[in-house]
């Protein structure tokens, strides 16, 4: 079983930035590694996916603003949040697929505990 915690979150005001970082007791190299994030009463949102050729996706609503990088050394994945918004405010959580499933399409099998991130207006 992977074991996944996540670091960094915390307040800002917007336009701000904040550094999430993601220890995973697996391998990250050869999955898809992935962060979510939930609003209070919204449904939980992927905002950065990086599979295991290393490619990066988003979506439109963090594009430009959010980018996920993975050390496969240190077995730690990086969320980089810039020009942060209210609308950014949620909890962010950490997540893996299985090592057999490269992709970042499908169900994600190993979650964090959430690191909390809120955004000032």
């Known amino acids: 079983q992977v074991h996944l915690e996540e670091s960094g979150g915390g307040s800002v005001q917007t336009g701000g930035s904040l550094r999430l970082s993601c220890a995973s007791t697996g391998a990250t190299y050869n999955r898809c590694m992935a962060w979510f994030r939930q609003g209070l009463g919204k449904e939980r949102e992927g905002v950065a996916f990086?599979?295991?050729?290393?490619?990066?996706t988003y979506p439109e609503s963090v594009r430009g603003r959010f980018t996920i990088s993975k050390d496969n050394v240190k077995k730690t994945v990086v969320l980089e949040m810039n020009e942060l918004k209210p609308e950014d405010s949620a909890m962010y959580y950490c997540a893996a697929r299985r090592i057999v499933f490269r992709s970042c399409n499908g169900d994600f099998d190993y979650w964090g505990q959430g690191t909390q991130v809120t955004v000032s207006s």
């Open positions: 990086i599979d295991a050729d290393g490619l990066p």
